[in-house]
């Protein structure tokens, strides 16, 4: 692999546009989304479509006062919203977006990814505990109870995944995948894995949903009962930095599934495997994660740490030993 | 135990439900209206503050001064003058004021009338920074309602 100067340079420009038109337009994605959902119009005043809206919003957002309350502990309040930020944006690095796209193929990537994703729900612990509010702190402690009752399925659940591949390396994983809809480890014919990847598949997704912080599961920031969670004392580009975090992870869960489970850049039908297909399968995710926000109502906080160690845990142990035993038996 | 899995296949079940209400939902039409450049038309029963009925003819109001109305309004909006016909048979209006403040669209003005004089307008977009502009000169209004007709 190369490694010239050049190549990084031009992966950082090209992650971090990436990075910012997502969490910038996804907003715009997720406004619109809602509103087809309620038989309403959503943004069309700003531009065509109301494309021009995260433009406006960023404006409005940058023209405010970035408020530092008294009795804040402000180093941790102000690195908070950024803390947020860059670990979704560092994900990226290592994922592959196509066979020849891809800034780095490391081996150990998972577990990049999962050590990363822990750092996010730092962010939001620091958030919370500095702004030094009943609600935020609440919502903080919330969010780890959550993040770690979702991490140890999700992370089981992953390892079905590696066992089947024999690889923590994303691009070998993807690589692996190969050759049409019947290779993709969601419906992969061979050994019979079929029977339990599907499982495996809805474990994961119903956890990557969950450490996002998306409704259902956004216990984080219950409006109805916490204000606004860990951003109650966030104004301006604070409070916007942690909104595009939001939506940087939701774009790499969605790319972390794409890649474990659908097939990476391949192509359902085995012809023109590209990025085209990473990008369509992401897109395809991300809706999905707008789709359930809008359908589904908040939870309740004993509720989803039930559903995550009552049914979860269980369902993907248990998935874990028989995807085992599939491998060990063919 | 019992209660587990039926807890999951019918929680499963609701939850595919409520994925596929949502996802038609998002392919109907859009029920709302861009109010500024959209204008709703008015139900036949919606009641605006009420207005005068002029005659097809001469665009005269109906109204031959009886005072039902006036008397029948709890709220006492209503005020209203004539004068004698110079015929000498029967009075007409000279002055119908509506003191929309107090008005509570019970509509028992419209009922009382017997000459089909009042009606309920489809005006709805009331709003203004003066509680005076909402003492209406009934009149007035008739008056460029026939205008317009022309």
């Known amino acids: ?330 | 135990m019992s209660g587990y899995w039926s807890d999951i296949v019918t929680g499963g079940k609701s939850l595919v439900t409520g994925l596929a209400i949502t996802a038609r939902e998002f392919f109907r039409p859009v029920v709302t209206e861009q109010y500024p450049w959209e204008v709703p038309t008015m139900t036949p029963l919606f009641r605006g503050h009420i207005e005068l009925i002029g005659s097809e003819e001469t665009g005269e109001p109906n109204c031959v001064v009886c005072g039902m109305c006036q008397r029948a309004c709890p709220s006492g909006c209503i005020s209203l003058d004539g004068k004698k016909n110079e015929s000498g048979k029967g009075k007409a209006l000279t002055r119908y004021i509506l003191d929309f403040t107090k008005c509570s669209l019970c509509g028992s003005c419209v009922e009382s009338c017997n000459f089909n004089a009042l009606r309920f307008s489809r005006d709805y977009n009331l709003v203004s920074f003066d509680k005076d502009d909402f003492i209406m000169d009934l009149m007035n209004r008739l008056e460029e309602q026939n205008r317009c007709k022309r």
């Open chain 1, 1 to 330: 692999m190369e490694t010239s100067m050049w190549r990084a340079l031009l992966y950082l420009v090209g992650l971090l546009i990436f990075a910012g038109v997502n969490a910038a337009w996804l907003g715009w994605c997720e406004r619109k989304g809602a509103a087809r959902i309620q038989r309403r119009i959503g943004p069309c005043e700003a531009g065509f479509a109301g494309l021009l809206q995260p433009l406006a919003d960023g404006l409005k957002l940058m023209s405010k006062q970035l408020l530092v309350p008294q009795g804040v502990d402000g180093i941790i309040f102000r690195v908070a919203p950024v803390l947020a930020m860059i670990p979704a944006i560092t994900s990226m690095a290592v994922i592959p977006f196509s066979e020849n796209i891809g800034a780095r193929a490391m081996e150990l990537s998972v577990l990049l990814l999962f050590a990363l994703a822990s750092i996010g729900m730092i962010s939001i612990l620091l958030g919370g505990w500095a702004s030094g509010n009943k609600y935020a702190i609440i919502s903080a402690a919330r969010s780890v109870s959550q993040s770690l009752a979702y991490e140890i399925p999700m992370l089981l659940t992953v390892i079905t995944v590696v066992l089947i591949s024999g690889s923590i390396n994303l691009r070998e994983i993807a690589i692996d995948q190969q050759g049409g809809f019947w290779h993709w480890n969601i419906f992969r014919l061979k050994n019979g894995h079929f029977l339990t990847m599907w499982i495996s598949f809805i474990i994961f997704f119903i956890c990557s949903v969950a450490e996002t912080n998306r409704a259902p599961f956004d216990m984080a920031e219950a409006e109805s009962e916490l204000v606004a969670g860990f951003m109650t004392e966030y104004s301006s580009m604070g409070f916007g930095l942690f909104m595009m975090g939001e939506y940087l992870n939701i774009v790499v869960g969605a790319c972390l599934t794409a890649t474990l489970f659908l097939g990476g850049w391949d192509c359902p039908f085995g012809l023109t495997p590209g990025v085209w297909w990473f990008v369509v399968k992401i897109y395809a995710l991300i809706f999905t994660f707008i789709w359930i926000r809008w359908t589904y109502p908040r939870t309740q906080i004993y509720r989803l740490l039930n559903l995550s160690w009552k049914i979860l845990i269980p369902f993907s142990m248990a998935n874990l030993l028989v995807t085992a035993a599939l491998i060990k038996v063919f």
